[in-house]
């Protein structure tokens, strides 16, 4: 890159990051100037008094109060949104960069700026899915997003979300388990990761995909950001899937940008008259949606099923032959989880084994990655269990090495087994 | 709670000395009368300090609570969505502290019962029969330690009382480095692990009695969940 070119790229971010400058200021302000370098060295120029006003009339726009001073201060420090991404170990994106994925630079209003975490080459995966819902999930509607992700994830997709509570955070979880690719679009800066909750999901997303937002580093959340960015969720995707929506869901908002950019929309269908789908069922009703009836089917109608290079039935034998090396009453628990996430519950229905055993067969299964829990009493298959080459010892970590009957009696650490033995366990 | 007043009044935890104190809506309560539990709960006895001098009485009780995981009562809940705004089950969930929450040794998620459940219930084990099990384990357990029960039992008592085979001790080191037990945590899972033995009729502790033990320290009070 050219110092001229360094230099304008430095200025735009700094134009876009300024507070105040929205798409449409700034768009003016590059038609009014040539370029961001030099509406940044005019607004220095000029003189501090009535500055606010100057700028309204050049514009042509009502006069915003902060405006000229905002400017002044971006003018002044050009380099500060650069610092503050950097400091945050993340990475810029601009229209002025070759890497900018045209998939949003196609959009009616592309972003400005694409501020993110993580591998900005997953923004340009082709095999892409959106998986949006509520952030007020039932527990079967997260239980759905992330056997959604975890298949997705064995589909060579990668799944992108907002890591908003509810749907999204279980497809981006469900997603990582079972050893896929991600990506949250957020809708603040990346120095507010929203959550607290999420904060562990965050970084875990950044190390196996990305963090992108549109927002300057210090811009928090508001009302029009979560809007906004539901924009890049369906751009970035070259479909969609609405897990669990109300009416009046920001998922919707994703689902009409979808069918807007003409890319395929899944909505999971639900119970007539239950307002917690009611949105979903709206969709069904009312656009060109496609029911979600079946994870096959999804991978059909989103045309990802034929070069997958991993999808299920061979990571399923690969599993089914993991499972050998279990212990009876723990390939019970795990053979239940197989057919995706359950309740406990519903665990000890299937396996016909006392609570108590089952609970500490789960308890095993998780501290070795067969499992992982969604939520309270519900579980989900491990990495263990999703990843294609679970099948082989070799490719487990030896910390995490199921373990194998023959092994049950070995002296190392982590070889010991929970076989059951006759007459072992209470009875209740 | 603890007693207290112009009279150094026994409280509550006094009160229930050998005792069963049932604290329902456990986060419902104020910060510091839950905080002030630690000391009875660790101790079993508590301090009253006052200007004019202090007072210790005794408190060993057997502390049951119960509590919804947030306000609205759903959340977790598989079929209906949980009200609370975000984060808020996470906050009502933290309103009891860790220390606290480290020092409830039996921890167990209540899901909603389906309707059909409550209608026809299926035949439970009667309680007469689960006495009858206690009662033997608390027997065997009274003789081995010299009269304390396992939940008295500390230092070389503990390690005494709960022989464990290699497997056993490998498991119980698995699981302290992966839940990240405390040094508390640890014993008070021996201490559990050695009461199911005891119940299940065996003299030593096996893998599966740590496993059952460490099941029952149900973690989704710790951790925040994720979605």
Known sequence: MTHRTSEERTAWVALAAAPGVGPVTFQRFLVLHGSARAALDAVGAMSHRSADRTLASELGMRPRPGLAASLRRAAADPESPLRRVADLGGWVLTPLDAAFPPKLQALEEPPLVIYGLGSPLSLQASRSVAVVGTRRATGSGRMLASRIGARLAQAGAIVVSGLAVGIDAAAHAGTLDAGGQTIAVVGSGLDDPGPRAHRRLMSAIAAHGAVITELAPGVAPSRGTFPRRNRIISALAAGTIVVEAPARSGALITARHALEQGRPLLVAPGRPLDPAVAGCLALLRETPARPLVGLDEMLVDLALEDPAPSSGPSARLSAMAALGMLAPSQRAVAEALLDGPQTVDAIVRRSGQATGVVAAALTLLQLRGWASALGPMQLAAGPLLTQPEAGSTGSAPSETRPPGSSRSRSRSSGSWSMGRRPGTGPSG | ?227
């Open chain 2, 1 to 227: 709670m603890v007693g207290g007043g112009p009279q150094l009044r026994p409280g509550l935890v006094t009160l229930a000395h050998l005792g069963v104190l049932f604290l329902d809506e456990l986060a419902e309560f104020d910060r510091d009368v839950l905080d002030a539990l630690r000391q009875p709960l660790e101790d079993g006895s508590v301090e009253i300090v006052r200007a004019h001098g202090s007072v210790h009485y005794p408190a060993r009780l057997q502390l049951v609570a119960a509590m919804n995981p947030c306000r609205c009562g759903w959340h977790g809940d598989v079929q209906r969505a949980c009200r609370c705004r975000s984060g808020e089950a996470e906050r009502y969930m933290r309103r009891v502290s860790g220390p606290l929450v480290d020092r409830i040794d039996l921890r167990v998620v209540m899901p909603r019962l389906e309707p059909g459940a409550l209608v026809a219930p299926v035949a439970p084990e009667p309680s007469a029969v689960v006495a009858g099990r206690v009662a033997a384990a608390w027997r065997v357990e009274m003789e081995r330690n010299g009269g304390r029960p396992n939940a008295l039992l500390r230092g070389r008592q503990l390690q005494r009382a709960c022989a464990m085979d290699r497997a056993a001790r490998d498991a119980l080191v698995e699981i302290a480095r992966r839940l990240d037990l405390t040094a508390r945590s640890v014993h008070r899972t021996m201490r559990v692990a050695r009461t199911i033995a005891d119940l299940r009729g065996r003299a030593a502790v096996s893998p599966e009695d740590i496993l059952a033990a460490a099941s029952l320290r149900d973690r989704s009070m710790e951790v925040p969940l994720a979605a």
